[in-house]
């Protein structure tokens, strides 16, 4: 089973910083497989980036993935005040199982 | 526009059994390439994932859990039912379900229910 861990636990930055987020797999994803999520308290995650770095519908384009094989990036370029919340990426593996990270929360400075 | 919403019990014994449904609309689970998982996230822990079923009826189960888990599907009620066995108070979280299409999307979860709060508790 893959395991995704996901750095730093915590990220506490100001509006309108950049936010740099890293997922590192312990085997490689298979053709990207990789997905992001964002969560705010009290609601269901949502789906941020799949492939590793293609958007899915509605998301902000401050919003961007990237990486392959174990190492992963989710960047927001400029932090609104309603990205503060905890992310989590997700892979789908070769085995068909999914995992999810521990989660980075991106904090208010 | 896809919708789904879980339904189950709020609060259930030790060692009993943990039956949810996740009713949905907006998709069908006879389409090639759909799948409904389950996910669960106990209060202030990550995610973690549990079962998924295809619209083939393939079945696919999280390796800690699979002793104790069950996925079926009734796709002319479009629902997914999700049982797990031998509940502990380490069971306690929100669950989840989800709509994924493995293929297209890369294997995420582009669409999920709000959730239900399950307590294992006595």
């Known amino acids: 089973e893959i395991v995704l861990t996901q750095s730093p636990g915590t990220l506490s930055l100001s509006p309108g910083e950049r936010a740099t987020l890293s997922c590192r797999a312990s085997?490689?994803?298979?053709?990207?497989?990789l997905a992001w999520y964002q969560q705010k308290p009290g609601q269901a995650p949502r789906l941020l980036i799949y492939?590793?770095?293609s958007r899915a519908t509605g998301i902000p384009d401050r919003f961007s993935g990237s990486g392959s094989g174990t190492d992963f990036t989710l960047t927001i370029s400029r932090l609104e005040p309603e990205d503060f919340a905890v992310y989590y990426c997700?892979?789908?593996?070769?085995?068909?199982?999914?995992?999810f990270g521990q989660g980075t929360k991106v904090e208010i400075k | 526009q896809i919708t789904l919403k879980e339904s189950g019990p709020t609060l259930v014994k030790p060692t009993q059994t943990l039956t949810l449904t996740c009713t949905f609309s907006?998709?069908?689970?006879?389409?090639?390439?759909?799948?409904v998982g389950w996910i669960r996230q106990p209060p202030g822990k990550a995610l973690e994932w549990l079962a998924l079923?295809?619209?083939?009826?393939?079945?696919r189960y999280s390796p800690s859990l699979k002793s104790r888990l069950t996925i079926t599907k009734d796709t002319s009620k479009n629902q997914v039912v999700l049982t797990m066995t031998n509940m502990d108070p380490v069971d306690t979280a929100t669950y989840y379900c989800?709509?994924?299409?493995?293929?297209?999307?890369?294997?995420?979860?582009?669409?999920w229910g709000q959730g239900t709060m399950v307590t294992v508790s006595s």
């Open positions: 989800a709509h994924t299409r493995p293929i297209e999307i890369r294997g995420a979860f582009d669409i």
């Open positions: 907006g998709f069908s689970l006879s389409t090639s390439g759909v799948g």
């Open positions: 079923i295809y619209w083939d009826d393939d079945k």
């Open positions: 085997q490689s994803v298979s053709s990207s497989y």
């Open positions: 492939g590793a770095s």
């Open positions: 997700q892979q789908y593996g070769s085995s068909q199982t999914w995992t």
